[in-house]
């Protein structure tokens, strides 16, 4: 959450919900994601496929 917080600012609710909601696998992808993504809404889509 620190690392969304520090590109994005105040975390979106659907942001948040989505990361307690997703499989383990992404999570242990979330951390390289959050670095090379450009937008939320990338990092939602990442999220929610």
Not at 22 to 40: G, H, R, Y
């Amino acid at each position: 959450m620190k690392q969304i917080k520090a590109k994005f600012g105040d975390a979106d609710n659907e942001i948040i919900k989505l990361i307690n909601e997703a499989e383990l696998s992404k999570i242990e992808d979330l951390s390289e994601k959050i670095v090379t993504t450009n937008s939320e809404a990338e990092l939602i889509d990442f999220l929610k496929h």
